[in-house]
């Protein structure tokens, strides 16, 4: 079996209950923020972004917040769907024309039918 | 258009081999950045091509090394693989401008005995 890993949050909901995943950043210098959605045995898949001039941004069926104060994003999934059970990824990236990411430890998300 | 395409699948070496990943960004894309996925440590970035150029290193050892051709594909070596070195290992690419997503493969599994 594989070793002892990260302990990933969890949150578990009902379907068709809101969702919200938090994380926490860790550089106030970072200006440009991504979230992904893992399933397993697939790559991250990016759901949604939202640069460091705004304070939330909307797509379908989620919206993100981002305080910059205390260093937080929020990712909000309306009306969650089975479909929706997956790890949830924040990523941070700094202005310098690089392409490194800096991701959070995940969040798994269960949605119960 | 076709996504982020990561050869092979799954791969199963032995302690002290070597071994090559391939990955073909989706079309325009110039950036090529690869990350490793383990329980232990989530999702850690090692190094990103553009334009045929190493533009940003993570820590990771020698053994680690990577390049990228003019059509944009890229390909990633381990050298004397260790049993840590089994993991995930994901490509991503992106347009390279200015806060555009990296958007992922699925990965190639690697298990070293």
């Known amino acids: 079996g594989e070793s002892v890993g990260l302990h990933l949050p969890t949150l578990s909901v009902q379907e068709g209950d809101n969702s919200i995943i938090n994380c926490a950043y860790s550089?106030?210098?970072?200006?440009?923020f991504i979230w992904y959605k893992q399933e397993s045995g697939k790559g991250p898949q990016f759901i949604i972004d939202?640069?460091?001039?705004?304070d939330k941004r909307q797509g379908q069926r989620v919206t993100v917040l981002l305080n910059k104060t205390v260093k937080h994003l929020s990712l909000q999934i309306a009306a969650t769907q089975p479909g929706d059970s997956a790890v949830y990824f924040c990523?941070?990236?700094?202005?310098?024309?690089?392409?490194?990411?800096?991701f959070g430890k995940g969040t798994k998300l269960t949605v119960n039918p | 258009k076709a996504g982020v395409t990561q050869t092979p699948r799954y791969l199963i070496k032995t302690r002290g081999q070597q071994v090559t990943l391939s990955c073909s960004p989706i079309?325009?894309?110039?950036?090529v950045s690869w990350y490793q996925q383990t329980p232990g440590q989530g999702l850690q970035f090692l190094f990103e091509?553009?334009?045929?150029?190493?533009?940003n290193k993570g820590n990771f050892p020698g053994r680690f090394s990577g390049r990228q051709f003019s059509n944009s594909r890229s390909e990633m070596n381990v050298s004397t693989l260790e049993l840590g070195d089994s993991a995930l290992y994901l490509c991503?690419?992106?347009?390279?401008?200015?806060?555009?997503?990296?958007?992922f493969g699925n990965g190639t599994r690697l298990t070293v005995t």
């Open positions: 991503a690419s992106s347009l390279a401008n200015y806060n555009s997503p990296l958007h």
């Open positions: 550089n106030s210098a970072s200006d440009y």
């Open positions: 939202i640069r460091s001039n705004m």
């Open positions: 990523a941070e990236i700094t202005q310098g024309g690089s392409e490194k990411l800096v």
């Open positions: 079309s325009g894309h110039r950036s």
């Open positions: 091509y553009f334009s045929e150029t190493q533009r």
